[in-house]
């Protein structure tokens, strides 16, 4: 059931609206596709977050992915991803 909207949406905050329901649209098939290889290729899985973990590391800290921001940011942006991936592990393994 869909609720009425309270007032018009801003032009802008439609776009990252509708940029936000795909990223959720994404996450779900994501999460469907991860909890169904913990279910059936589970070492396989934990291996592959693993050799993510160590990439993302490795592309972040180089400062060859996410160029346009400074040191500092691709640190933030390093951590967070760091941190998704291990709480990601952590949730696949107790959702399969």
Not at 54 to 77: I, T, V
Request: aromatic share 6%; net charge negative; charged share 30%.
């Amino acid at each position: 059931m869909s609720a009425e909207p309270e007032s018009e949406v801003s032009p802008e905050r439609a776009v990252m609206i509708r940029l936000r329901a795909r990223l959720a649209v994404v996450e779900r098939a994501a999460w469907f596709g991860l909890v169904h290889a913990m279910r059936t290729k589970p070492s396989e899985t934990v291996a592959y977050l693993a050799s993510e973990r160590e990439r993302c590391a490795e592309g972040f800290g180089a400062g060859g992915w996410a160029s346009d921001l400074s040191e500092a940011e691709r640190a933030l942006l390093a951590a967070e991803v760091d941190a998704g991936l291990v709480q990601l592990g952590e949730d696949a393994r107790e959702g399969a």
